[in-house]
């Protein structure tokens, strides 16, 4: 059930309990540098799932399970129960597998509120017409800027942190935070915000009011790009602070907004992002199947 709560003296619109521990298994996915998790209530065998990998083969235009499967492998070893599939964004450089999960092992599929407006966006990339809908209810629930959720005892709390995306959510949840593509180890920086929807100046004030969350609250990423060093998935509030490149606290709005902007022109977009964009915004649901019995994605032409 997700309850709505007041800005409290925190300066967040919920409570923040560092006591609270929560168990999280991580899972990488090699070919899309992505972590997915599973973040368990240590006082009950609930638990969540973020950011579950659908392989693609993009040439032959087929999917694999065999990173769902680890994670559905592991979940019944321990005899955990899923509440949750929670998507923080609409990812670009991956498919989903929430159904996949959800049709094994239960659960609702969650995303933040705005994701109206990237289907909004995007539905005219596509041009899908108006047999889609673009009111977020291919979801399970919509997540609004400071509402919670329960995983077994724990309260976990959802942070709009736009500017990757317009739909980007942050999960609070004890003494963790799940920040998405928000931000990245500090020796790699910051997200991308050229996308369509997306923001730099947007992306620094959220990152600026994730980076004002205690110091000692572990982060953890949804990719790591390391040049030489080991594949790591968590850093915290303090060594953001203190070690990004993109993004420490001497650097300012502006210089920030100037120096990814710059970036961003420089970048490639990613090798998935039609066919993921156009299944993760349903939710991870492909295209209704044509009279042939196949369902179909698009490629726009000139125009990403």
Same mark, same amino acid.
């Given at each position: ?62 999917? #694999? /399970? &065999?990173? =769902? !499967? ?14 949750? +599939? ?84 942050s999960h609070v949840i004890g003494n963790a935070a799940f920040v998405g593509d928000t931000l990245f180890?500090?020796?790699? #920086? /910051? &997200?991308? =915000? !050229? ?14 009011? +994730? ?41 300012t709005e502006d210089e920030f907004v100037a120096l990814r902007e710059k970036r961003d022109k420089t ?38």
């Amino acid at each position: 059930m997700l309850n709505e709560l007041k800005q409290n003296d925190t300066g967040f619109p919920f409570p923040i309990d560092l006591s609270v521990i929560p168990e999280v298994v991580h899972f990488f996915d090699e070919d899309t540098n992505t972590f997915s998790y599973v973040v368990r209530d240590p006082e009950s065998q609930f638990c969540a799932i973020i950011d579950a990998v659908l392989e693609f083969d993009y040439a032959a235009g087929r999917t #694999g /399970t &065999a990173g =769902a !499967d680890q994670i559905i492998a592991y979940i019944k070893d321990k005899n955990w129960q899923v509440e949750w +599939l929670i998507e923080t964004h609409v990812h670009a450089d991956h498919l989903t597998a929430a159904p996949y999960i959800q049709d094994a092992l239960g659960g609702r599929i969650i995303i933040g509120n705005k994701i109206t407006a990237v289907q909004e966006t995007f539905a005219k990339v596509f041009n899908l017409g108006s047999d889609f809908r673009t009111d977020g209810s291919q979801f399970d629930d919509l997540l609004a800027d400071g509402d919670s959720y329960k995983i077994g005892n724990m309260t976990a709390f959802a942070l709009h942190t736009p500017g990757h995306t317009p739909a980007c959510m942050s999960h609070v949840i004890g003494n963790a935070a799940f920040v998405g593509d928000t931000l990245f180890m500090p020796d790699s #920086g /910051t &997200a991308r =915000a !050229d996308f369509p929807g997306g923001d730099a100046r947007v992306l620094f004030q959220s990152i600026k009011r +994730l980076l004002s969350l205690p110091d000692t609250l572990t982060m953890y990423l949804c990719h790591d790009y390391p040049d030489d060093r080991a594949i790591d998935c968590k850093t915290s509030v303090a060594e953001q602070n203190q070690k990004n490149i993109h993004v420490n606290d001497r650097i300012t709005e502006d210089e920030f907004v100037a120096l990814r902007e710059k970036r961003d022109k420089t970048l490639d977009l990613p090798e998935l992002i039609s066919p993921s964009i156009q299944v993760n915004m349903r939710a991870g649901h492909f295209p209704e199947k044509e009279d042939n019995g196949t369902s179909y994605l698009k490629l726009p032409l000139n125009t990403l």
